[in-house]
């Protein structure tokens, strides 16, 4: 079993790697199992500390039950325990979710990402109730808690953490939806037994409150910003932490960032970038209007910029 101490740095939130012919609906079979291990190979000699898939940038909702049986075994085979590796579960209703936990702890996977299933809006008591159910199922999975309001339609407070974290299986929760005073309030709560991965934009700030790392997508277009911004954190340098983030958002005078394309455009991107090759999106995100691409191209071309100016910066702290 996994502690919080176990649970730091630059998590990578993996695309599932998708064969050419994953745009068929009549498809069956789309997880590329050869992008998959060398997407994750590189990731992972590169520097990441955790590994999480099947998030919503991670495409869940799109795959078939088996396909998922797929990618969690392949991808535990691909990490061969060299860090942390999260499979996400989450779905519309509980019995899907124990049936991918079940999928997951037979693949291996040191433990599951998983969110409040989804489809209408949960209350808090049937959220805290929900993990404690997976906890009951699955005693000897870690879990780390995919805690996103705007797509899982719940928060969860601070004061439910007092019943959540009776189950000494949760060890992590990948966030980006409290104030630094909530922050602080859940940190006091959670004494030390919880590690709360926040977004890259927030992790410079947020590290002072008690966040030892933080979640990105954008690791997968090359991940030399991520990794020199883990380190400069490390390295208490907040000037270099600062200037980092600062290259991490987006240009001054980008349009607001539309819920429905961007994470499936963050895939488009990806695939421009040429770190990896997380193949093509799945049905029925297929029809993508010019402007979304040509955003991100746009993006890809400044992320190759930052990438050859951030790499020397993170090569030279390792």
């Known amino acids: 079993m996994l502690t919080s101490k176990d649970i730091s740095g630059l998590m990578a939130m993996m695309p599932a790697f998708a064969t050419d012919d994953a745009v068929d609906y009549r498809s069956t079979a789309t997880v590329d199992v050869a992008r998959l291990h060398h997407g994750l190979d590189r990731m992972v ?80 008591d049937n959220a805290v109730r929900f993990f404690k159910d997976i906890g009951e199922a699955f005693p000897k999975l870690n879990i780390m808690i995919y805690h996103n309001p705007a797509l899982h339609h719940v928060k969860l407070p601070v004061s439910a953490f007092t019943e959540i974290m009776k189950n000494p299986a949760v060890v992590a929760m990948k966030d980006s939806h409290r104030t630094p005073e909530e922050f602080d309030e859940l940190m006091a709560l959670t004494k030390g037994q919880l590690s709360v991965l926040v977004h890259q934009g927030q992790f410079a700030k947020y590290a002072a409150h008690g966040a030892p790392g933080f979640w990105s997508i954008d690791a997968w277009m090359g991940p030399w ?35 429905s394309w961007r994470e499936t455009a963050s895939k488009i991107g990806i695939r421009m970038a040429g770190y990896v090759d997380p193949g093509p999106l799945r049905p029925p995100f297929l029809e993508i209007p010019a402007e979304v691409i040509e955003r991100q191209r746009i993006r890809i071309e400044r992320w190759k910029e930052l990438c050859v100016k951030y790499r020397p910066v993170a090569q030279a702290a390792e």
């Open 225 to 259: 910003p991520q990794l020199a911004l883990r380190d400069a954190v490390r390295a208490k340098n907040g000037p270099l932490a600062e200037a980092i983030t600062a290259d991490l958002a987006p240009p001054s005078g980008s349009p607001p960032p539309n819920l």
């Open 45 to 124: 000699k590169d520097g990441a500390n955790v590994i999480a898939t099947t998030g919503s940038f991670g495409e869940f909702y799109t795959l078939l039950i088996e396909e998922f049986r797929t990618l969690a075994h392949e991808s535990v085979s691909a990490m061969k325990k060299r860090v942390p590796l999260f499979v996400g579960v989450t779905s519309t209703h509980t019995r899907e979710v124990l049936q991918k936990c079940q999928i997951a702890q037979e693949a291996g996977a040191d433990g599951i990402l998983v969110g409040v299933p989804y489809y209408f809006p949960s209350t808090v």
